[in-house]
């Protein structure tokens, strides 16, 4: 084990954040940083007391401004509950089970007590109850080893289901990034596509105008040479026409060459959306990343990320721009 991992070993796993780190793992990380080791309520002074022996510092008095931390579970009035999932979404270890608009309940043996699930409730329908027959997770109330074998079990345990919880939630927003990206793509596709069908559709008409253009001037070139000089009153009639007809296809052509000026370059457009995406997804990963304090070497990734991002969406502003 490393020192953060032993570090973690001696903090109760509530995943609390009373500490002021997202969960244990975070204050660990803290405490080898330097941090100060009286941080954490559920753990108390007996965790303060395992901390300063591993670390070799003294012993210091649990910052009670931190609030407290009883050896409590969470209770849900079922016949209040309105199936909001607000909870659910709440609990760091997953112990709240239900689905929407159905009936919750606290699964007793995973529940840490961290109290994170109440304020989220709309109806109020969660109470903090005293621990009856579950062992508690927080410090100082393991009394034989047997019962500190069983909470380190218990402590493991709520860890193992913070971690999966934590890797569920980032494969889901892994998901939600991967749908926003096909659905720009789709969007820029589709947009690309209806251009095309345009400048065809207009590329079309061209053709055809011309081809009118030709053939009229063909059909007034040919009576004029047939007809007899000078031509008879029917005759010079249907010049007259066959002449009208020639100037009124040459003007339509030249309507349509008007009006196909070059369409809008919507795969530029759709460049300038997808690094404005891309930025704000890479901002939001580092904004997330550094609330959780992640390690050095991942926000610096993470910071490599966003330069890249800013500068593609620079070089999209040029190219659109352009
Ligand atoms: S139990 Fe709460 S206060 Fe203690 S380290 Fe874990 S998250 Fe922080
Ligand atoms: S059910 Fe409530 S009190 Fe229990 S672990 Fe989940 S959020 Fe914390």
Known sequence: MNLIQRIDALLPQTQCGKCGHPGCKPYAEGIARGEAINKCPPGGQETIAGLAQLLHLPVLDLDTSRGEAPAQIAYIREAECIGCTKCIQACPVDAIVGAAKLMHTVITDECTGCDLCVAPCP???????????????????????????????????????????????????????????????????VETTQVNNHQAA??????????????????????????????????????????????????????????????????????????????????AELKKAQAEQAGEQQLAALSAALNAAEQTLQDAEANTDA
């Open 123 to 189: 109806v109020d329908c969660i109470e903090m109850r005293a621990l009856a027959d579950v062992l508690p997770i927080v410090g100082g109330l393991a009394g034989t080893d047997d019962e500190r074998r069983e909470r380190d079990l218990k402590r493991d345990r709520a860890r193992r289901r913070f971690e999966q919880r934590n890797a569920r939630l980032q494969r889901e927003e892994a998901c939600k990034l991967a749908e926003r990206l096909t659905r720009a793509k789709r969007a820029a596709a």
């Open 202 to 283: 207009q590329d079309a008409a061209i053709k055809q105008a011309k081809i009118s253009v030709t053939m009229s001037r063909a059909q007034l070139h040919k009576s004029l040479k047939a007809f007899g000089h000078p031509p008879t009153f029917e005759q010079q009639s249907q010049l007259i026409m066959l002449q009208r007809q020639f100037e009124a296809c040459e003007q339509a052509l030249a309507a349509l060459e008007a009006n196909s000026a070059p369409p809008t370059t919507p795969p530029k457009s759709a460049d300038l959306k997808r690094a404005k995406i891309q930025l704000a997804m890479r901002r």
